[in-house]
Structures are given as C-alpha cells and as structure tokens.
C-alpha cells in the first residue's frame, strides 16, 4: 500500500467515523491509542497495513473489498479519461456510470478523480462553465505532486483557459510552477498534450520562437504513437507557428504532411480537417504575397466547409490582388448579418469601405475610431499590422497627415508589441 493510498485509508476512516458518531476513543480502543489514530486520519502518520484494516474492520468496512472497489473505479476513470484526451464519444452507459460517481463531499481520492474526470467530459460537450465550477471545486484538494490528481486537473484547466482566451495565464503558471515537471510520469500523448497546448498559449500570445520549441517538445513525446487526428494537430500547429515565423517553406513541408495524412487515413477525412488545413495553406501564401494562390485555397477551403473566418480571409486576400470581380461576389453572396463575430464584422466593415473608394474624412474617422481600438485592446496585432497602414493611405489621399500620423501609430505600437514577444 503507498503512502498516498494509505492517507486516504486515514481520511475514510475519519469520515466514517464521524458519519456514525463515534469517538475517537471508541474506534481506536484495543488498536491504538486516540492520539495515534488522530494522526492517523489526518495523515501525519503512515501505520501498518493491519492497523488499518482492524481499524476499518471496527467501523465495518472490509480493506480488501475496498480496495477491489478502488481498483475497479480508478481503471474506469482511465478508461474514460484516455477516450476524452482522444476525442472519442462517450457511450450513454458510460455517461451515466461517471454521473453516478460524483459527490458532493470528496472524502477520498477518488473523488476527486471521478470529479476531474468529469469536468473534462463537460469540457468535451461544451458545457465551459460548469466545467470551470467543478474544476474550482476539486482546486484546494490538489496537492501538486507528480500524482493522477495534479496531472489530471493540469491538463483539463490547461483545456479551460485556452477555452476562455486565457493565455496568459497557462503561459504565467508555467514559467512560474514549472508544472510541465508534475506531467513526468504522465503517459507520453499526455505529455504530447500538455505541450501542445502550451505551444498553442505561446502562438497565440505571439511568442513565437517559444510555441516552436514546446511544440518540437510535444511531437518528441508523441513520437511512435498512432493516434491520426492529433498527429494531424501537430503537423497542421507547426505549420502555422513556422509561417509566423516566416518560415514558409518550411511551413509548407508541414502543410504537405498534413494532406498526405488527411489523404491516406479514413478517420481523419471530415470537412473541417480539409477545410483548417486549406485554409492555413492559404494564409500561408497570402503571407507571401502570393494572393492568387492564397485566393484559390481559401475557395477550397470554403467549399469543404463553410467557414466564415475563412470567407473573410477570401476577401482579404482578393482586395489585396485587386480581383474587384471575386470581392464583389463575395461582399453579396455574404453580407453583415451572415455573421456574428466581432472582428468579422470589423474586417467586412473595413474591405467593403476600401472596396468602394467612396469615402470621406468623417466615414473613414468613424470606422477607424471603432475599429483599431477593439484591434488593439482584443491584440489583434496582425489585423491591426495590415489594415492600420491601409486606412494610413487613404487619410493621405484625401491630405489627411494628422489622422495617417494616428493610424501608423496604431501600427507601430502593434508592431513593437509582437517585437517584444517574440525577444521574450
């Protein structure tokens, strides 16, 4: 019996106890002194095995049944939890078995096992808040050990904060609790994982050159896994970070792995997979100027799955190769109340106004008034890095100086942002 389980024997033994009332004295008479079995139930003692079992044997529970039933319970938790990190559906007997396992008191560790279990298949249906409520629940139990307990609610707040747009503070933990070390003894996809995510905090945080080295980190620990669809996930992430770095050749070779693989395995082949990988394709050679290829990808992306973020990278690379033809199709085919987020609206707002070349000093003041600054408080740095300077050039047409001046500081600050990010 570890220390860790033996511990838990202790807090049962409390808790059964106090459930039937009894004092410490009529526990512990014949087997041990009250004091003794006082640090027994909190832990600041580990006794022999026998101890424990006459000591349960008195509140009448059997160790060895128990211990079966621990057994039982922890491998369905596995189970369960290896079918949440791969994305598989859970069976509605499986559902209702982890449902019937959670408390509203965690008594041992297992509760908090079946808790966190939980909260990542809420996690996996969407239901965020909840989620986080639970999570928030289980937080004072975990110790911060290379156990399952802190293993497991590393990686699903790990899941929660990118949910949440919370990069900071995944990136803010890690550099100062260095938990990535608790996730040693973990199993390699888990650490695969944990590293992807990482990876995925730093790109988006625009440190770069750090999302690539977590990411080199997340395919070494994955390395001789069969698991297509996260394989897909790394090839398609580095892709993306190389480009940013612009390295796009590079970037273009983990592209490429990702079609071979999306060609050649069944599991993989949904509209999504296709169009994401169509659609960091074509960034990609946008990125380089290359917008008439750029402008051909995000159509195939489009047409696996109608993707709106994809539509209004299509009108971006189409004004940009001044293909007035195909932007004016696609400002019909989807118009403002096609879409819901907010930095769409703002790109439409942008392109459908620069499309026109009928503007005048208050339009162009209005949108930039509304836009930039949502740009800059939401970092939206790339956006701001390619519209601030266009909208510059149109205050210069009409001699606007004083407002070109604003909209290049807008770009400059972007600018200096990403600079020190990436040096961080």
Not at 112 to 141: H, M, Q, T
Not at 187 to 207: G, I, K, P, T
Not at 287 to 294: D, I, L
Not at 385 to 391: Q, R, V
Request: net charge negative.
């Amino acid at each position: 019996m570890s220390d860790y389980d033996s511990k838990n024997w202790g807090r049962l033994i409390k808790f059964h106890r106090q459930q039937q009332g009894l004092k410490q004295d009529d526990v512990s008479m014949g087997v041990c002194t009250p004091s003794y079995l006082s640090r027994i139930e909190n832990g600041v003692v580990i006794a022999e095995q026998t101890v424990y079992e006459m000591l349960l044997a008195r509140l009448g529970i059997d160790l060895a049944q128990e211990k079966d039933d621990l057994e039982m319970k922890r491998s369905f938790f596995e189970k369960i939890y290896a079918k949440l990190l791969s994305n598989e559906s859970l069976m509605e007997n499986e559902i209702s078995q982890l449902k019937s396992f959670q408390k509203e008191i965690f008594q041992q560790e297992i509760d908090l096992l079946a808790g966190l279990v939980y909260s990542r298949y809420l996690f996996s249906i969407d239901c965020l808040n909840e989620s986080r409520k639970l999570l928030l629940k289980i937080e004072p139990f975990v110790t911060w050990h290379q156990d399952r307990i802190t293993q497991m609610y590393i990686a699903t707040s790990t899941n929660l904060h990118l949910s949440f747009l919370e990069f900071q503070q995944i990136i803010l933990r890690e550099k100062d609790q260095h938990v990535s070390n608790y996730m040693n003894t973990a199993n390699r996809f888990e650490q695969a994982n944990y590293y992807y995510h990482l990876a995925f905090a730093h790109h988006r945080n625009y440190s770069f050159q750090q999302a690539l080295e977590y990411m080199n980190s997340a395919s070494q620990a994955f390395s001789h896994q069969y698991k297509p669809l996260f394989q897909l996930k790394l090839y398609s992430m580095k892709g993306v970070i190389l480009n940013d770095l612009h390295r796009f050749q590079e970037a273009l070779v983990e592209f490429g792995a990702g079609q071979d693989l999306l060609r050649n395995v069944d599991v993989v082949q949904t509209p999504k997979q296709w169009s994401s990988l169509y659609n960091n394709i074509a960034y990609c050679y946008e990125c380089q100027g290359s917008f008439r290829k750029a402008m051909s990808y995000y159509e195939q992306a489009n047409r696996f799955e109608e993707d709106l973020h994809t539509v209004i990278n299509w009108m971006r690379a189409s004004y940009q190769e001044r293909d007035e033809e195909t932007l004016k199709m696609l400002l019909k085919a989807y118009p403002k109340d096609r879409f819901n987020v907010t930095h769409h609206h703002y790109q439409l707002l942008l392109l459908k106004c620069a499309s026109e070349e009928d503007f005048d000093l208050t339009k162009l003041k209005e949108i930039e008034e509304l836009v930039f600054p949502y740009f800059q408080q939401q970092e939206y740095y790339s956006l701001t890095l390619f519209y601030a300077p266009l909208w510059a050039s149109f205050y210069e047409e009409l001699h606007a100086y004083k407002q070109a001046t604003t909209c290049f500081k807008y770009a400059l600050l972007a600018s200096e942002k990403v600079r020190q990010r990436m040096s961080s």
